[in-house]
């Protein structure tokens, strides 16, 4: 008998060191342009410290099947105190997150723990459809092996391209601080595209683009260090502007695959009282002329964006991405700042004219009084929008988002995470915004920290709120559990798109709601991970049934 033990499990465990993972049945099968994933966790049947491992891959589409090792990071804030129950664990401990590649002699069994592997296999529209073994065996130092087999199932159709606008903002600031490198030089660019380039795959297709440093998460009175691609200069009292950075960040966006842009937030968030910081060489002088010092209305500003703006919008007609182009006023900004936003979002309409301006915030009176246009709606508030039938609603989560609805915070069940398809779905949501792809700072950017360190930007949101990607060496990011699974969620938003397009979106919403024994709603939806996998079977199902219907099967 091998001294190790394996186990085949589910994409939506999370395998700690000190528990057994279950038996749990696995369906793995997608479409043959479909990320399909699963786990193997293995440990030491015999009473040594650890055994050296290594592992081999038996199948004919091995050259389609990408291994990873699961490995735990530091958790302290797993939960606030008043959260419900539906979360894995809430006390501090290592907690199962980080996907890192597979190096020499970095696989190590331990007696009494328990290590995972996760396994994807990408057919990238290239395999055929079919049922294909994948053998993973496990070899010991002792020279005894273990092996499972599990069987994939390509389903002959392919899903079709994602509708769902998906935003998670990027931090160059962030990246500049933790790999050491100058901002905007050559390295830093090459960092920043191995960033784009990882959320693009992971089903992010808008950017937050720093026309001037995102007044984001920053204390009043401080600041973080200057991402501007807008070029300011100010001459004998006249503005005048160079695009260059600009232009080459959007030809990057749109080299790796982004559609969609978002411009930083023209005033402070929480509120849009002060200028965002603005750098500009004055006559020769390079200084700070615009920031918390200036009121958001001020003349001095209102003169600057007259010529800013249109500065801008001709560069986003030049590249052909002016339709694709959202702007913002201030983020989330609370009732008592009604005022204040609308004084601010008054002064610039006139400049956007015919654009796209949309914010997060969680107040219906907002909205209904006419203040935002586009409300990027908190999961948590949301209900009310849906009720009152808002259209082309948005929704994003964060560390607010921490009672009932979906979430993807770390001591978390995946399944939590992957509901969320269902629910953008059926409520047929246009986009999704989440704050942090890789916020590696402190509360409010008062210092930098290290991720593999502090998961919970220093104890002030739950673990794995601030990023779903790891710095990783050589300037390029580290995917999470989460993120992989928030792209399964993705996929699984194509497909009950594809079925919706091939029946009707009411037959999907029927099968939501009927495997999940009620009506799903972001706050009411079922909590075992079998769920997703009954759903899916049965979406896969009915796609099949009618493309061989339509095909004359």
Same mark, same amino acid.
């Given at each position: 008998?091998?001294?190790?033990?394996?186990?085949?499990?589910?994409?939506?465990?999370?395998?700690?060191?000190?528990?057994?993972?279950?038996?749990?049945?696995?369906?793995?099968?997608?479409?043959?342009?479909?990320?399909?994933?699963?786990?193997?966790?293995?440990?030491?049947?015999?009473?040594?410290?650890?055994?050296?491992?290594?592992?081999?891959?038996?199948?004919?589409?091995?050259?389609?099947?990408?291994?990873?090792?699961?490995?735990?990071?530091?958790?302290?804030?797993?939960?606030?105190?008043?959260?419900?129950?539906?979360?894995?664990?809430?006390?501090?401990?290592?907690?199962?997150?980080?996907?890192?590649?597979?190096?020499?002699?970095?696989?190590?069994?331990?007696?009494?723990?328990?290590?995972?592997?996760?396994?994807?296999?990408?057919?990238?529209?290239?395999?055929?459809?079919?049922?294909?073994?994948?053998?993973?065996?496990?070899?010991?130092?002792?020279?005894?092996?273990?092996?499972?087999?599990?069987?994939?199932?390509?389903?002959?159709?392919?899903?079709?391209?994602?509708?769902?606008?998906?935003?998670?903002?990027?931090?160059?600031?962030?990246?500049?601080?933790?790999?050491?490198?100058?901002?905007?030089?050559?390295?830093?660019?090459?960092?920043?595209?191995?960033?784009?380039?990882?959320?693009?795959?992971?089903?992010?297709?808008?950017? =937050?683009?720093?026309?001037?440093?995102?007044?984001?998460?920053?204390?009043?009175?401080?600041?973080?260090?200057?991402?501007?691609?807008?070029?300011?200069?100010?001459?004998?009292?006249?503005?005048?502007?160079?695009?260059?950075?600009?232009?080459?960040?959007?030809?990057?966006?749109?080299?790796?695959?982004?559609?969609?842009?978002?411009?930083?937030?023209?005033?402070?968030?929480?509120?849009?009282?002060?200028?965002?910081?603005?750098?500009?060489?004055?006559?020769?002088?390079?200084?700070?002329?615009?920031?918390?010092?200036?009121?958001?209305?001020?003349?001095?500003?209102?003169?600057?964006?007259?010529?800013?703006?249109?500065?801008?919008?001709?560069?986003?007609?030049?590249?052909?991405?002016?339709?694709?182009?959202?702007?913002?006023?201030?983020?989330?900004?609370?009732?008592?700042?009604?005022?204040?936003?609308?004084?601010?979002?008054?002064?610039?309409?006139?400049?956007?004219?015919?654009?796209?301006?949309?914010?997060? &915030?969680?107040?219906?009176?907002?909205?209904?009084?006419?203040?935002?246009?586009?409300?990027?709606?908190?999961?948590?508030?949301?209900?009310?929008?849906?009720?009152?039938?808002?259209?082309? &609603?948005?929704?994003?989560?964060?560390?607010?988002?921490?009672?009932?609805?979906?979430?993807?915070?770390?001591?978390?069940?995946?399944?939590?995470?992957?509901?969320?398809?269902?629910?953008?779905?059926?409520?047929?949501?246009?986009?999704?915004?989440?704050?942090?792809?890789?916020?590696?700072?402190?509360?409010?950017?008062?210092?930098?920290?290290?991720?593999? =360190?502090?998961?919970?930007?220093?104890?002030?949101?739950?673990?794995?709120?601030?990023?779903?990607?790891?710095?990783?060496?050589?300037?390029?990011?580290?995917?999470?559990?989460?993120?992989?699974?928030?792209?399964?969620?993705?996929?699984?938003?194509?497909?009950?798109?594809?079925?919706?397009?091939?029946?009707?979106?009411?037959?999907?919403?029927? &099968?939501?709601?009927?495997?999940?024994?009620?009506? &799903?709603?972001?706050?009411?939806?079922?909590?075992?991970?079998?769920?997703?996998?009954?759903?899916?079977?049965?979406?896969?199902?009915?796609?099949?049934?009618?493309?061989?219907?339509?095909?004359?099967?």
């Amino acid at each position: 008998m091998s001294a190790l033990q394996i186990k085949l499990i589910s994409s939506l465990e999370k395998v700690f060191l000190d528990q057994e993972p279950s038996e749990e049945a696995l369906m793995v099968e997608g479409f043959r342009n479909e990320i399909m994933s699963f786990q193997v966790a293995y440990t030491l049947r015999e009473q040594v410290n650890r055994m050296y491992v290594s592992l081999e891959i038996d199948s004919p589409i091995a050259a389609y099947v990408h291994i990873r090792q699961v490995e735990h990071v530091p958790v302290r804030f797993a939960a606030p105190v008043d959260s419900d129950e539906y979360y894995l664990r809430k006390n501090a401990g290592l907690y199962p997150d980080l996907l890192r590649e597979i190096g020499p002699h970095t696989m190590r069994a331990r007696f009494g723990q328990w290590d995972t592997l996760w396994v994807e296999v990408d057919p990238r529209g290239e395999l055929a459809a079919g049922v294909y073994p994948v053998g993973i065996r496990l070899i010991g130092e002792d020279g005894t092996s273990v092996e499972a087999t599990e069987t994939i199932t390509v389903l002959d159709a392919m899903l079709p391209p994602q509708k769902l606008i998906h935003t998670k903002w990027l931090y160059c600031d962030c990246l500049s601080d933790y790999y050491h490198q100058e901002i905007f030089s050559e390295a830093h660019w090459r960092t920043i595209e191995n960033f784009v380039q990882k959320a693009v795959s992971g089903g992010i297709n808008m950017m =937050l683009t720093p026309i001037h440093t995102p007044p984001l998460d920053t204390r009043v009175g401080g600041e973080r260090p200057t991402t501007q691609l807008v070029d300011v200069y100010l001459e004998k009292g006249v503005y005048r502007f160079e695009m260059e950075k600009l232009h080459r960040w959007i030809a990057m966006c749109k080299r790796c695959g982004i559609k969609y842009f978002e411009m930083a937030h023209l005033y402070t968030q929480w509120g849009a009282q002060h200028a965002p910081k603005i750098m500009a060489t004055v006559d020769g002088e390079y200084r700070q002329i615009f920031g918390w010092e200036t009121q958001a209305t001020s003349p001095e500003y209102y003169a600057f964006l007259n010529v800013y703006i249109p500065a801008i919008r001709k560069v986003l007609k030049e590249e052909g991405v002016e339709q694709y182009t959202r702007w913002h006023i201030s983020d989330e900004p609370r009732e008592e700042q009604l005022e204040d936003y609308r004084a601010a979002r008054e002064q610039v309409l006139p400049l956007l004219k015919d654009s796209f301006i949309m914010d997060a &915030l969680s107040s219906f009176d907002f909205y209904q009084q006419g203040t935002v246009d586009h409300p990027v709606v908190a999961s948590n508030h949301v209900e009310k929008f849906i009720q009152e039938k808002v259209p082309g &609603l948005w929704v994003y989560y964060c560390c607010s988002q921490y009672k009932d609805v979906s979430n993807m915070f770390i001591a978390m069940p995946s399944a939590r995470n992957r509901v969320l398809a269902a629910q953008l779905f059926k409520y047929h949501i246009q986009g999704f915004l989440h704050w942090g792809f890789n916020f590696y700072n402190a509360q409010y950017s008062d210092y930098p920290l290290n991720p593999y =360190l502090s998961t919970d930007g220093d104890g002030f949101v739950p673990a794995g709120d601030p990023f779903q990607v790891y710095p990783g060496p050589d300037g390029q990011p580290l995917e999470s559990i989460r993120m992989a699974v928030t792209r399964d969620a993705l996929q699984d938003l194509r497909a009950f798109e594809l079925l919706a397009g091939l029946e009707n979106r009411d037959f999907v919403n029927r &099968l939501i709601d009927e495997e999940a024994g009620e009506g &799903l709603t972001f706050a009411t939806y079922p909590h075992e991970q079998s769920y997703l996998t009954r759903l899916r079977q049965k979406v896969n199902a009915a796609i099949m049934e009618r493309v061989a219907t339509k095909a004359g099967k």
